[in-house]
Every structure is written in C-alpha cells, then in structure tokens.
C-alpha cells in the first residue's frame, strides 16, 4: 500500500499524494450526500477516514490521524442513526431541525474542554504533533461536527464550517496541498448545504406553528 503515499502530480509548485487526494475526493462526495440527506454519506465518510490515515500518517500529524479515526468510528454510528431514523420517517426520508439551546451549549462546552484536553495531550507529547492546539481543535471540532450531523442538527454545518477555517492553512503547511484546495470547496459546500438544511427545518416546523392556538 506504499503506493498511496506516493506523489500523483505537482500542482502550484505544491507535490499531491493519492491519499491526500483520493481521501479529500470521497470526503467531498460524502459532504455532497450529506446535503442532500443520503444515507450513503456515512460509508462515504468512513471510507474517506480509512484512506486519509494513510495521508496523515505520512506527515506525522497525529491529530489529523486521530481525527480519521473518530471519523470512521462516528459513520459507524451516524450510518445506524439514520437508518433507524429514515424507517421511523413517514415519508423515509432523514428529518433536521436546529438544535435547542441546551443541546447547543453542550456541544460548544464540550468542544471547549474536549480542545483544552487533547491539546494538552499533544503539548505534553510533543511526538504527537507537531501542532498540538490546531490538531485539537479541529479533532473535536470534527467529532462535534459529526454528531451534530448524526443528529440531524442543522448546526453540524456551522461546526464544519468552523474546523475549515483552521483546517484549511494547517493542512497547506503540513504538506497536504490537496486537503487545503479541496477544504476551500467543502466552505462552499458547507454553505449551499447550511442554507438548505435550514430552510428545509423550518418547513418541517411550519405546519405544527400554523396548526397552533392564536
């Protein structure tokens, strides 16, 4: 399997590898599918978590390893959920709304201390990463992201978001020049894909509000 860490093109003076490359493109389609509710996102995005192991492995960013490794463990789970979830739907499909406020300050406080945690493991073992606070934040940041997601929480898009605007120049200067150029892509897809998630939750709550005494 060497072959997957080897250099596929130059780009921009930048060297892409397959792992790099082949990880990002499936993580790009499981972003698409997620969008639009398919069930097939979640195998898309443990596929994605196995290939892109291999890539962080080859710059020694052990966040970006742990982080696939939540990845893969998560779809695991969110596959489950909405499975369970689309055969309990009427119309079989996957149902999102926005999260309440209790649910959303869960997920920020645990994503504040879960940040604090890891980037002291790797600030303390300085062989984890390179970047201990940047890796942290953003293996959480996924890891809240996904559960958000598996949750049907139109939050999850406002958390990728966030995990993008660091992701983006970490994975530029570790080497990774393909996760930094596909990340820009996945702002504009975490954008279209906010926007839709949100307009389709409130449609899902629309009948109840208008069913409602005066």
């Given at each position: 399997m060497n072959w997957l860490n080897s250099q596929a093109f130059t780009a921009f003076g930048q060297h892409i590898i397959w792992s790099d490359l082949i990880g990002n493109t499936v993580g790009l389609a499981a972003l698409a599918l997620g969008w639009l509710r398919n069930i097939w996102t979640w195998p898309a995005q443990l596929l994605s978590g196995l290939v892109l192991i291999?890539?962080?492995l080859s710059v020694q960013q052990a966040g970006g390893v742990g982080k696939q490794l939540v990845v893969i463990v998560v779809a695991l789970w969110g596959w489950r959920a909405w499975t369970v979830g689309r055969r309990g739907a009427k119309d079989g499909t996957i149902a999102v709304r926005f999260a309440t406020w209790r649910e959303r300050a869960c997920l920020v406080g645990?994503?504040?201390?879960?940040?604090?945690?890891?980037?002291g493991l790797f600030a303390a073992y300085p062989s984890l990463s390179w970047s201990p606070w940047a890796d942290a934040y953003i293996f959480v940041g996924t890891l809240a992201a996904m559960y958000a997601q598996a949750r049907g929480m139109v939050e999850f898009w406002f958390a990728w978001?966030?995990?993008?605007?660091?992701g983006v120049p970490l994975n530029f200067r570790s080497g990774l020049a393909f996760s930094g150029l596909i990340y820009v892509v996945y702002g504009a897809l975490v954008l279209w894909g906010m926007r839709d998630w949100w307009l389709r939750s409130?449609?899902?709550t629309r009948p109840a509000l208008e069913g409602a005494p005066a």
């Open positions: 291999a890539a962080n645990g994503a504040a201390l879960g940040t604090l945690a890891v980037g978001l966030l995990v993008d605007l660091v409130r449609r899902s």
